[in-house]
């Protein structure tokens, strides 16, 4: 009988795992606790659940998420494929319908003959047998302390938030103006525009509102590319007009004028009967949450489908203990994927799933493993898990600063990332060309 491999967690990381093994003949065994033990984030028992924003990012091939996605869908992934299929628009991003992508993943992975799924908490790591650890985040304490025992690391942690979403119907459509920054991409955003001194009330207001505490022996650690608006707010006046509300590239056809700031709204389904307000995770009280959220032009009437929260997550000092394969260097048998490795984001979650899939079914089949390029997007993705040296491993996404330096230091902007672009392909193109068995056809 083929040996079976247990892989813990059935979020984006660990479905990925699951059917990568799968298809190589590999039996599995999926653990995922919900709906037997809740999450703080979770509303449903679906596999492959996503609770924050509905964006997997960009799609464009000089973007590094939109590098990663290429390179991923090349060497066969199962997730990227199911949430294209499951695209709304979002201009250039590739957002999904969240319900539908989840019900997708799951009828996908509970078809597949090879997986088993176990509906349980698993408290304690297996002590025999090849394990992939894909809990995310939001790993239950009882696994989180096996988990570090085991590795024997302190525990690491940063507070995440999730953005409100809102009806439709309830958003006022001769203020909304569709639009994308720049006119970028097909399909549109909805824009709400402020006036400066709408700006400055709505500012106020977010400082004033009651916030939920965090612990008192937790030190507040956020993840610093998906801040609550009310933290930024707290830095300045003009933090949320450069950042998540910035107007560039907008002009608002009731005044001809670019507004003092904007929140931008997202599709959140195909019926377009729901609507992300992106960048505004928060961690207000909900009262006044609705209240100070109602103070944004367009939504003054603003039905709640879902109010911010924030939650904590908890991932691992992934470099002090993987090897440049996912796995652990003293105990190879086990293997880690997902954002528990220190790697911010949906599609990093799905990359980390495939590869530590592909690489767990060939060790088992003996075969080498042979690194990808480092000057690949996963490539530098597997370096910075496998070997960061810096002072504080912190949670990041896939960017152009984890890339090797090009050789021409004067590029910038997008003539360098083109350039890199460029450079991570041929060195894709031609690893794949020495390693045609590496990806299942």
Sequence with gaps: MATRVTVIGAGLSGSEAAL?????????DLYEMRPTVPTEAHQTDRLAEIVCSNSFKSMSGTHASGLLKEE?????SFLIPIAEECRVEAGTALAVDRDQFAEAVTRRVTAQANITVHREELRDLPKEGPVIVATGPLTSAALTESLTRFLDLGELYFYDSTAPIVSAESIDRDIAFE????DAGVGHYLNCPFTEEQYLAFHEALLAAEKYPLHDFEKATFFEACLPIDELAARGPKTLCFGPMRPIGLIDPATGRRPHAVVQLRAENRAGTAFNLVGCQNRMRHGDQKRVLRMIPGLERAEFYRLGRIHRNTYLNAPKVLDPFLAVEREPRVSLAGQITGLEGYVEAVATGMLAGQFTAARLRNERLDRFPRESALGSLMEFVSGYEGKEYRPTNVNFGLFPP??????????????????ARAAMTD???RHPTHVFS
């Design 20 to 28: 990568q093994l799968a298809v190589r003949g590999v039996p599995v």
């Design 431 to 433: 690893w794949l060309a």
């Design 72 to 76: 991923m869908k090349a060497l066969g």
């Design 406 to 423: 090009l050789e021409e230091r004067l590029r910038k902007g997008p003539e360098r990332n083109a350039a890199i672009t460029e450079r």
């Design 179 to 182: 639009a994308n920054r720049r």
